[in-house]
């Protein structure tokens, strides 16, 4: 018997969760419907991924990999030779020692470690701090653990760094964790040392665990600084989430680690045993290939971004969309305020008259408004092409 949508519908009604039935959708996702609309002359600033392949090493390993028969599960924290090397690389690279045995845990991508981080830490009612505008997955994940999230803003003319204090006023009784991304998706911010200091002191100060997703920390084009992870009194508090999709341009290898306290690794790996089991071997096996020789090629990705960076902030700041330069990451966040238009609104008629994809900066929260996010994980030449169409569109408005 055929059942028609209406019957489906009224079948299922009052059977999806409230929690789930009542999130929202992402607005890049909304947005990029629009975008699979257009023609194919749109140049795409939108992705948030790099447009370089995997480079040939890693993917040859991975083929190897497969040729040799290594299709198997691997232990639930993942492998232990790639927990080793992550250790190896975490000490000499960021001057932080993790034990690979029980304070690492391999995950399917940064996406995953953050959900089974959130969902092991977070009893109903639990506040978790973030900052905005970020990354569109955080508010969700934390609603779907039951948890309530509590945003802080960050503003541009403080480099959209967090403000310490902005952060200890959000502060209540009910504050389980504090959750930092810096190099920062969508701003590029990061964060100065000082900054990281008194973020850490109010951390200790209330007893809160602190979430650092680093995924970008690689694409840093100043100084990096340390880890807020290193600094004392830190290391048994943090959860350090990285992963290989950004600086090593895997995205769909699916690959990402948490580092932290043996306890809470503990406490993320029941869940994963229990829903993932564990990463797929083959991404594991390349993503040691990757640690152990993709530096090279990593660092020339990131001089390529870098020059990018350069290019498109000069560009958006001499045609009057103010843009401050990000530090990291690949993207640019320009304030489109001058234009009269909002950013749904610009972002939705740059696409459609100017033939540019952007993401409207409040697919990246309420304080977003007012703002377009640009990834510069396009090529130059598209890079100047769209520039071009920006800059012809302002004219038009
Ligand atoms: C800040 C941030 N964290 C996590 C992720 C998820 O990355 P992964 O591909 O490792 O799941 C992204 C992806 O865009 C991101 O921007």
Known sequence: MR??????????????????????????????????????????????????????????????????GHTSYTSNLGLLSLRKEIARYLAQDYGIEYNPVNECIITVGVSEALDILIRAITEPGDEIIY????????????????????????????????????????????????????????????????????IADIAIEHDLIVISDEIYSELTYNERTPTIASLPGMKERTVFLHGFSKAFAMTGFRLGYA??????????????????LCASIIAQEAGEEALKN?????????????????????????????CVTPSGAFYAFPN????????????????????????????FGKCGEGYVRCAYAASMSDIYTAMDRIEKFLLTI
């Open 131 to 198: 900052h905005e505008p970020c990354y569109v997955s955080y508010a969700a994940e934390i609603v779907m653990a039951g948890g309530v999230p509590v945003a802080v803003n960050t503003r541009e003319e403080n480099n959209f760094a967090l403000d310490p204090e902005d952060f200890r006023k959000a502060i209540t009784s009910k504050t389980k964790a504090i959750l930092l991304n810096f190099p920062c998706n969508p701003t590029g911010a990061s964060l100065s040392m000082e900054q990281k200091k008194q």
């Open 3 to 68: 059942m028609n949508m209406k019957d489906s519908k009224s079948r299922l009604e009052g059977k999806i969760a409230k929690h789930i039935a009542t999130l929202p959708r992402s607005g890049i996702r909304d947005f990029f419907e629009l975008v699979n609309a257009m023609d194919d002359d749109v140049i795409s600033l939108g992705i948030g991924e790099p447009d370089f392949a995997t480079p040939w090493h890693i993917r040859e390993s991975a083929i190897y990999s497969i040729e040799r």
């Open 294 to 322: 993709g530096m090279r090629e990593m660092l020339k990705m990131k001089a390529e971004y870098q020059e990018r960076r350069n290019v498109i902030t000069k560009r958006l700041n001499e045609m009057g969309l103010k």
């Open 336 to 363: 489109i305020t001058s234009t009269g238009l909002s950013s749904k609104d610009f972002a939705t008629r740059l696409l459609c008259e100017g033939k540019v994809a952007v993401v409207p900066g409040t697919a």
């Open 259 to 276: 580092c932290g306290p043996a306890e809470l690794i503990e406490a993320m790996m029941k869940i994963h045993q229990y829903s993932m």
